[in-house]
């Protein structure tokens, strides 16, 4: 059973900073794009941020220049380190990632996954 195990949401001043990481534990055969989203109340879930094994990365305009992902690939873990965090920021954020599993019947497929979600509150 492939999982996806989120920490380090919390609260926070503005201004301040957080950091989230994000473990993929079980059976895999390769994971390709790894990211965070984020919803607020009341409003769509949103990319915040996404990395591909190789490195490349996307950033959501009203992040870029204040969070930076990272991601070892040795380990399964990606990463966001968010900056000068603004009340703006505060939502439930989730990892996700696409993982190739090996299904039953015999065969690979590659799938979203996604965490539980870990809560980021910035007080102004």
């Known amino acids: 059973q492939v999982q996806l195990v989120e920490s380090g949401g919390g609260l926070v001043q503005a201004g301040g900073s957080l950091r989230l990481s994000c473990a993929a534990s079980?059976?895999?055969?390769?994971?390709?794009?790894m990211g965070w989203y984020r919803q607020a109340p009341g409003k769509q879930r949103e990319l915040v941020a996404t990395?591909?094994?190789?490195?490349?990365?996307i950033y959501a305009e009203s992040v870029k220049g204040r969070f930076a992902i990272s991601r070892d690939n040795a380990k399964n873990i990606v990463s966001l380190q968010m900056n000068s965090l603004k009340p703006g920021d505060t939502a439930v954020y989730y990892c996700n990632a696409k993982i190739r599993t090996w299904n039953a019947g015999g065969s690979y497929s590659t799938n979203d996954y996604w965490g539980q979600g870990t809560q980021v509150t910035v007080s102004s």
């Open positions: 079980g059976r895999t055969f390769g994971i390709n794009a």
């Open positions: 990395i591909t094994s190789g490195g490349s990365t």
